[in-house]
């Protein structure tokens, strides 16, 4: 997913612009050119930068002019409350400014704009590499030898802005056209015998394609041979060829895997995951009660020097795909200190806290704390991989492996998330979060099973789902379906009251109201 960084001084600003494009690319914030400057360099490359003309001690226009030469492959665009001619000159001419917005900007608009700057930004990066191609090609003998074996540099530079599109398309969730844009990058790798770019482009491909319905891809043959024959491009590439692609061959090797296709480079990718997920030090159980272990050593109560080192550590678990910053770990864990004692506090808290579960697994810089998922295990990650994978199942109507993921769901669903701290509001909304996955999870695979007719079995698995304010109605309703389907009204209309009376204890709710 592609980075973009966001700089405004007003922190809920911000937050907005956050939640409105998290969906479509990884946002990194900071609210001044300073600390701008300093996540650049920090946490770099960026596809896209987006500034407020006004900010503290430096305008929008300085910092995009300095952006422009520290980082000219990034899309740059700015965003004022207060527009005029002067400004918008100064953005254009200083800051080479791709797009210029007002406040408020409505959500679709500032959507489309970021989209299009990653993707003004991949054909930039397209672009750089079909110079560094044509460098390697200016020499006349050069010219004649590779035009003897079929490469056609102008073919070869027309791939790549395909092939860098379809990523950009892919990272915003539009999938149809990832595919016919990669489809059509690859048929030119093809034709001018670039046959590293092609296995890539296949590869990217075929993982597109998995996440489609069979009629919308393209090509005529089974999705089954056409990913068994992108892994065995890969294959004939030396690995190094595929640095890029790394998660993208990780998701589809399971997706391989699953659908019984086997090849080197599927086992690899295995065995290399299976020895990740047993050499990391630390594993935490957060669903049910809390479970830590390091080095296969549980960590009791009487490690922690403190309640704060463990508390922040299951804080930034809850916020696990984010980095969080530091001041708002500070005023919600010492919000009456002064600045100076509660930073000194954060220290010390940051060094017994690493001393406890690793020092590779918390990190910090630059004013952000996160959490390194490479370097610990989570059965709420493996919970979330298991929902994805039941999903795409159901999509598919793939009722034996929507079966098996649902039952790895239910597996490691031991109870509510982190359930002896429900008293913080932040693990509440996690709690709420991932118990409506396995309601959905659930209420997905009854609804499969009862379109296939598998009624008891339907019936049995909407049994199973945990108690849901939000899916309470839909839970009901597939129940009294499948039982009406059944011949069993009777049924339907006691279990309905039995839910009735579990969901009034529990929300003072009335399923029949």
Same mark, same amino acid.
């Given at each position: 997913?592609?980075?973009?960084?966001?700089v405004?001084?007003?922190?809920?600003?911000?937050?907005?612009?956050?939640?409105?494009?998290?969906?479509?690319?990884s @946002?990194? %914030?900071?609210?001044?050119?300073?600390?701008?400057?300093?996540?650049?360099v920090?946490?770099?490359?960026f596809?896209?930068?987006?500034?407020?003309?006004?900010?503290?001690?430096?305008?929008?226009?300085?910092?995009?002019? +300095?952006?422009?030469?520290?980082?000219?492959?990034?899309?740059?665009?700015?965003?004022?409350?207060?527009?005029? @001619?002067?400004?918008?000159?100064?953005?254009?001419?200083?800051?080479?400014?791709?797009? !210029?917005l007002?406040?408020?900007?409505?959500?679709e608009?500032?959507?489309?704009?970021?989209?299009?700057?990653?993707?003004?930004?991949?054909?930039?990066l %397209?672009?750089?590499?079909?110079? %560094? !191609?044509?460098?390697?090609?200016?020499?006349?003998?050069?010219?004649?030898?590779?035009?003897?074996?079929?490469?056609?540099?102008?073919?070869?530079?027309?791939?790549?802005?395909?092939?860098?599109?379809?990523?950009?398309?892919?990272?915003?969730?539009?999938?149809?056209?990832?595919?016919?844009?990669?489809?059509?990058?690859?048929?030119? !790798?093809?034709?001018?015998?670039?046959?590293?770019?092609h296995?890539?482009?296949?590869?990217?491909?075929?993982?597109?394609?998995?996440?489609?319905?069979?009629?919308?891809?393209?090509?005529?043959?089974?999705?089954?041979?056409?990913?068994?024959?992108?892994?065995k491009?890969?294959?004939?590439?030396?690995?190094?060829?595929?640095?890029?692609?790394?998660?993208?061959?990780?998701?589809?090797?399971?997706?391989?895997?699953?659908?019984?296709?086997?090849?080197?480079l @599927?086992?690899?990718?295995?065995?290399?995951?299976?020895?990740?997920?047993?050499?990391?030090?630390?594993?935490?159980q957060?669903?049910?009660?809390?479970?830590?272990?390091?080095?296969?050593?549980?960590?009791?109560?009487d490690?922690?020097?403190?309640?704060?080192?463990?508390?922040?550590?299951?804080?930034?678990?809850?916020?696990?795909?984010?980095?969080?910053?530091? +001041?708002?770990?500070?005023?919600?864990?010492?919000?009456?200190?002064?600045?100076?004692?509660?930073?000194?506090?954060?220290?010390?808290?940051?060094?017994?806290?690493?001393? &406890?579960?690793?020092?590779? &697994? &918390?990190?910090y810089?630059?004013?952000?704390?996160?959490?390194?998922?490479?370097?610990?295990?989570?059965?709420?990650?493996?919970?979330?991989?298991?929902?994805d994978?039941?999903?795409?199942? &159901?999509?598919?109507?793939?009722?034996?492996?929507?079966?098996?993921?649902?039952?790895?769901?239910?597996?490691?669903?031991?109870?509510? !998330?982190?359930?002896?701290?429900?008293?913080?509001?932040?693990?509440?909304?996690?709690?709420?979060?991932?118990?409506?996955?396995?309601?959905?999870?659930?209420?997905?695979?009854?609804?499969?099973?009862?379109e296939?007719?598998?009624?008891a079995?339907?019936?049995?698995a909407?049994?199973?789902?945990p108690?849901?304010?939000?899916?309470?109605?839909? @839970?009901?309703?597939?129940?009294?379906?499948?039982?009406?389907?059944?011949?069993?009204?009777? %049924?339907?209309?006691?279990?309905v009251?039995?839910?009735?009376?579990?969901?009034?204890?529990?929300?003072?709710?009335?399923?029949?109201?």
């Amino acid at each position: 997913m592609y980075k973009v960084l966001l700089v405004d001084d007003d922190h809920k600003v911000l937050s907005g612009y956050r939640r409105i494009l998290e969906p479509y690319v990884s @946002v990194i %914030a900071a609210e001044s050119g300073a600390q701008a400057l300093e996540t650049l360099v920090s946490e770099g490359p960026f596809a896209v930068i987006m500034v407020d003309y006004y900010l503290p001690r430096m305008s929008g226009a300085d910092l995009l002019a +300095e952006m422009a030469i520290l980082a000219p492959e990034a899309t740059r665009i700015m965003i004022t409350g207060m527009p005029d @001619v002067e400004v918008a000159v100064q953005a254009v001419n200083r800051g080479h400014v791709f797009r !210029f917005l007002s406040k408020p900007c409505e959500a679709e608009m500032l959507i489309d704009t970021v989209l299009a700057g990653v993707e003004l930004h991949v054909l930039q990066l %397209a672009d750089k590499e079909q110079v %560094a !191609f044509a460098a390697k090609t200016q020499s006349t003998k050069t010219l004649d030898k590779n035009c003897r074996r079929g490469i056609s540099a102008s073919d070869y530079a027309l791939g790549l802005r395909r092939m860098y599109a379809a990523i950009g398309h892919y990272g915003g969730n539009r999938l149809g056209l990832s595919c016919r844009t990669m489809a059509e990058a690859a048929e030119l !790798f093809a034709a001018a015998k670039a046959w590293r770019e092609h296995a890539r482009a296949s590869l990217w491909l075929a993982a597109m394609r998995t996440k489609l319905p069979e009629e919308q891809t393209p090509g005529e043959s089974p999705l089954a041979g056409f990913v068994l024959r992108s892994l065995k491009l890969a294959e004939e590439q030396p690995p190094a060829a595929f640095t890029l692609e790394a998660e993208l061959l990780a998701n589809l090797g399971v997706w391989a895997r699953q659908h019984g296709i086997e090849s080197a480079l @599927v086992s690899g990718i295995w065995r290399k995951d299976e020895a990740v997920a047993t050499s990391v030090a630390l594993r935490v159980q957060a669903l049910g009660p809390l479970h830590m272990y390091r080095d296969g050593k549980e960590i009791l109560d009487d490690h922690w020097k403190t309640r704060k080192e463990r508390i922040v550590f299951l804080y930034l678990l809850a916020n696990r795909n984010r980095r969080v910053d530091r +001041e708002v770990l500070l005023e919600k864990f010492w919000p009456d200190y002064d600045a100076a004692t509660a930073a000194n506090n954060f220290s010390s808290m940051l060094y017994n806290l690493r001393s &406890v579960i690793g020092s590779a &697994v &918390v990190c910090y810089k630059k004013g952000f704390c996160w959490l390194d998922k490479t370097q610990y295990w989570c059965d709420v990650d493996n919970f979330e991989q298991a929902r994805d994978l039941l999903m795409d199942a &159901v999509r598919r109507k793939d009722i034996t492996a929507a079966n098996a993921h649902f039952a790895r769901m239910r597996e490691l669903y031991a109870g509510d !998330f982190l359930e002896e701290f429900r008293a913080e509001d932040w693990v509440a909304q996690e709690q709420q979060r991932i118990r409506d996955d396995l309601v959905l999870g659930t209420l997905a695979l009854g609804e499969l099973l009862a379109e296939s007719g598998r009624l008891a079995d339907a019936e049995h698995a909407v049994m199973l789902a945990p108690l849901s304010r939000k899916y309470s109605h839909r @839970v009901a309703a597939l129940l009294v379906e499948t039982l009406t389907r059944q011949g069993r009204p009777e %049924a339907a209309a006691s279990v309905v009251d039995s839910l009735s009376e579990e969901y009034r204890a529990a929300f003072g709710q009335n399923l029949r109201g």
